[in-house]
């Protein structure tokens, strides 16, 4: 399984950036691919997940009204759409994807995402 994040890069505090995710290499009909980030020292949290027909989303509350995420049709893609960006949300985000009824899955390398004036 492959997972390719792209997107990142350096904003000013109330700007946008849009991330993107490509997986690979899997064959599974019921899957969830997730947005997640991390800074050092400090563990990697949740930011935005989707199940692969699109029907269960959720946020973190530190997100909500500002990220959106959302998916190709056909492709194994999914974006994840940043506005009103703010200082704390710097970070490495890293996409996951895996089986839906599975904990375990597969990550990207991560994209730096740093929102600074």
């Known amino acids: 399984v492959r997972v390719v994040e792209s997107g990142g890069g350096l904003v000013q505090p109330g700007e946008s950036l849009r991330l993107s995710c490509e997986a690979s290499g899997f064959t599974w009909s019921a899957y969830v691919m997730s947005w997640y980030r991390q800074i050092p020292g400090k563990e990697r949290e949740l930011v935005a997940a989707m199940t692969a027909g699109g029907g269960a989303i959720n946020y973190a509350e530190s997100v909500k009204g500002r990220f959106t995420i959302s998916r190709h049709n056909i492709k194994n893609t999914v974006w994840l759409q940043m506005n009103s960006l703010e200082p704390e949300d710097t970070a490495v985000y890293y996409c996951?994807?895996?089986?839906?009824?599975?904990?375990?899955?597969?990550w990207g390398q991560g994209t730096q995402v740093t929102v600074s004036s």
């Open positions: 996951k994807v895996r089986p839906r009824k599975v904990d375990d899955g597969f």
